[in-house]
């Protein structure tokens, strides 16, 4: 059976729906810098609560995600690539902040859609 863009984008929108346990390592805000032709990812730490909701490690209240909220990155990472940008902090950022497979797999796949924007000059949302 072949697969039309129509079908892949339907079972990709299907999927985003779908609950994720969060990363206790943190969260990432990915955007593409045009001036640096570079993926950039601003990583933001948090903690779980018992519910499961990500809550501010300072003040233990949860984050909101309507971009209200104003919080200083623990780190930015960056590269012209996927790929760099994956080296960068999977294999040179110890201790990496991913501590869940799920969480590493889905940035993998962030950052492939990022590069892919940046080359074809497109605007990158993160899912």
Same mark, same amino acid.
Request: charged share 20%.
């Given at each position: ?5 129509a079908?892949t984008?339907? !079972? ?8 994720i ?10 955007? !593409? ?5 570079? !993926? ?15 809550c501010?490690p ?6 909101? /995600? ?9 780190? !930015? ?18 201790? /990496? ?5 799920d ?20 605007d990158y949302?993160?899912?």
């Amino acid at each position: 059976m072949n697969h039309t863009i129509a079908d892949t984008t339907a !079972i990709d929108q299907q999927l985003s729906n779908r609950h994720i346990d969060l990363d206790p390592g943190g969260y990432f805000v990915i955007y !593409i810098n045009r001036e640096e032709q570079q !993926i950039q990812a601003k990583h933001y730490s948090n903690v779980i609560n018992e519910q499961g909701v990500a809550c501010d490690p300072d003040t233990g209240k949860p984050l909101p /995600c309507n971009g209200q909220l104003q919080r200083l990155p623990t780190q !930015i990472y960056s590269g012209r690539t996927a790929k760099e940008i994956c080296v960068q902090l999977f294999e040179h950022t110890q201790p /990496c902040p991913v501590t869940m497979l799920d969480h590493a797999a889905y940035l993998g796949r962030e950052f492939q859609r990022a590069e892919a924007a940046l080359l074809q000059g497109q605007d990158y949302i993160q899912d």
